[in-house]
């Protein structure tokens, strides 16, 4: 048994969960394919997010991935 399934044994076996985090919110997102714990911003192509990057005028982050999409699409990811 991980930590995780320690402290939050619903999660593990529930398709949907909601955690209290402090900051943000947690939602399902049009992402660009991208692997979990990526930076978000907005992207090219209408309502859609994808990489952060750091250049000037780029807009700021605004969401990270929790979860490794397998295309682009629907992704669980965290709004800053």
């Known amino acids: 048994m991980n930590k995780c399934d320690a402290l939050y044994p ?6 949907i969960a909601s955690v209290v ?3 943000g919110v947690i939602l399902n997102i049009n992402c660009d394919d991208l692997g979990a714990g990526v930076a978000l911003m907005m992207g090219a192509t209408e ?15 605004q969401a990270v991935t929790l979860e490794n999409n397998a295309a682009a699409g629907l992704t669980k990811c965290q709004t800053l």
């Open 21 to 23: 985090t402090g900051v």
């Open 10 to 15: 619903r999660v593990a076996t529930l398709s």
């Open 47 to 61: 309502g859609r997010l994808t990489t952060a990057t750091n250049a000037a005028g780029a807009p700021k982050c």
